[in-house]
Nanobody, 119 residues
């Protein structure tokens, strides 16, 4: 089994910063992509940022220049540094990893962490 432990969500004023962390553990023989998604009330889940095993990154247009994704391959951890937060960033943020189980590639979601930005 695979477990994803997320942390770092909370309440912050507009213009503030938060850092989300997600640590993967369990039956993982290698991690390919690691990413963060978010879902606001009444909206579909959307990609925020993703980083490959080689360090290539991709961001949603709405967060470019404000958010930075990084990973520590030795610790199977992905971080999301969120600066200049806006009320529109309020959502539940989910960690996602694509990993090799030893037999096949699979993806796994974290339980989600709430980020609330007040105006």
């Amino acid at each position: 089994q695979v477990q994803l432990m997320e942390s770092g969500g909370g309440l912050v004023q507009a213009g503030g910063s938060l850092r989300l962390s997600c640590a993967a553990s369990g039956s993982i023989f290698g991690i390919n992509a690691m990413g963060w998604y978010r879902q606001a009330p009444g909206k579909q889940r959307e990609l925020v940022a993703v980083i490959t095993s080689g360090g290539s990154t991709n961001y949603a247009d709405s967060v470019k220049g404000r958010f930075t994704i990084s990973r520590d391959n030795a610790k199977n951890t992905v971080l999301l540094q969120m600066n200049s937060l806006e009320p529109e960033d309020t959502a539940v943020y989910y960690c996602n990893v694509e990993y090799w189980s030893g037999r096949y590639y699979a993806t796994h979601w974290g339980q989600g962490t709430q980020v609330t930005v007040s105006s």
